[in-house]
C-alpha cells in the first residue's frame, strides 16, 4: 500500500507541471473571458455586474451573426476544398511515391510552414491583386484591356486558407494511408473489387479518422483565424475574429469581444464533440 501511495505520489509529481501550466495559460484566462462576458461597458466605463446582454446583442444585432455565419461558411468550404485536394496528394505521396523518395516529397510538401503566416497572406496579396502577377498575365495574353483585382473579397480568404491548410491535412492523412497494409488492398483485387471499390470500400472507411482529425484542426484554426481574412478578405465581409477585434480595437468593449470569443469556442465545442462522437461510433 506504501509502494502504490508513493507511486502516486511521484506521478502527480511529474504531472504537475502540466497541470499548473494548462490551469495558468488556459483554464483561468478562460474563466476570466466568461466572467468579463457578463459585464458590460457603459460609456467608458466597464460595469462588473453580472448580465447577459452582451449575447442578446448578439442575437438583436444582425452584424454580430452575420460575421459568424461568414465564418462558418468560409471554414466549411475550406475545409471541404482543402480535403478533395489534400487526399490524392497524400496518396501520391504513401502509395505512388517510393519509399525512399517519400521523406524528401514530405520535406517539399511542408515548405510552406517555413513561411511566415503573415508573409504567406501578403505573397498571395501581391500574386491577386490589380497589379499582381494573374493580372498582369491576362493582360499580356489580352484577355483582359484593364488591370483586374481577385484580392479583397471572400474568394482570396478561400484561397489563402487552402494553401496553408491542404499541406495540414495531406499529413494527416499521409500518416493513416501508410499504416494501411497492402494485404488488404491485394485481399480486396483478390475478391473482385476493382481500383474504385477497393478504395470506397475498403480504403476510404480506414482513413477516415485521419480526415477528420484533419478536417477538424483545419476548422479550428480557420475559424479563428483573424490574419488571413483581415489581409485578402479587404474588410467587406467581416468573420468572427475580425468582429472580435474591431470590439477591442475601436470600441474598447471587452465584454462584448469577450462574449463573442465564449460564442466562438462553443461552436468549436460543438463541433469537437461530434467529430469525437463520430469518431467513437465508427470504432464501434
Keep these: 500500500m506504501q509502494a502504490l501511495t508513493s507511486r502516486s505520489g511521484r506521478g502527480w509529481a511529474l504531472l504537475a507541471p502540466a497541470l499548473l501550466w494548462t490551469v495558468a495559460f488556459f483554464f483561468m484566462p478562460l474563466v476570466i473571458m466568461g466572467a468579463y462576458s457578463l459585464w458590460q461597458r457603459v460609456g467608458m466605463r466597464l460595469v462588473r455586474t453580472v448580465s447577459g446582454s452582451n449575447y442578446e446583442q448578439f442575437l438583436a444585432k444582425s452584424y454580430f451573426l452575420d460575421s459568424l455565419i461568414n465564418s462558418l461558411e468560409v471554414t466549411a468550404i475550406v475545409t471541404v476544398v482543402s480535403v478533395l ?88 492523412i499521409y500518416a493513416n494511408l501508410v499504416q494501411l497494409p497492402e494485404s488488404y488492398r491485394k485481399a480486396a483485387a483478390d475478391l473482385g473489387a476493382g481500383p474504385v471499390r477497393s478504395f470506397i470500400h475498403v480504403i476510404l472507411p480506414l482513413t477516415l479518422p485521419g480526415v ?47 462574449a463573442l470569443a465564449m460564442i466562438l469556442m462553443m461552436v468549436i465545442s460543438i463541433v469537437y464533440v461530434a467529430c469525437a462522437r463520430w469518431l467513437k461510433l465508427d470504432r464501434v
Design 212 to 258: 477528420v482529425v484533419g478536417a477538424f484542426l483545419t476548422f479550428v484554426l480557420c475559424i479563428g483565424d483573424y490574419i488571413t481574412p483581415q489581409i485578402l478578405g479587404g474588410n467587406r465581409e467581416l468573420l468572427l475574429p475580425q468582429t472580435i477585434m474591431l470590439q477591442i480595437s475601436r470600441r474598447s468593449d471587452f465584454p462584448m469581444a469577450s
Design 85 to 172: 485536394l489534400a487526399y490524392p496528394l497524400a496518396w501520391i505521396l504513401a502509395v505512388r511515391v517510393p519509399t525512399r523518395w517519400q521523406h524528401i516529397a514530405l520535406i517539399l510538401a511542408i515548405l510552406p510552414f517555413w513561411t511566415s503566416y503573415v508573409v504567406r497572406s501578403y505573397s498571395w496579396l501581391l500574386v491577386l491583386s490589380e497589379g499582381g502577377i494573374i493580372s498582369n498575365f491576362l493582360l499580356d495574353v489580352g484577355i483582359t484591356d484593364a488591370p483586374v483585382s481577385f484580392a479583397n473579397n471572400r474568394g482570396a480568404t478561400v484561397v489563402g486558407f487552402v494553401h496553408f491548410f491542404v499541406m495540414l491535412l495531406t499529413l494527416t
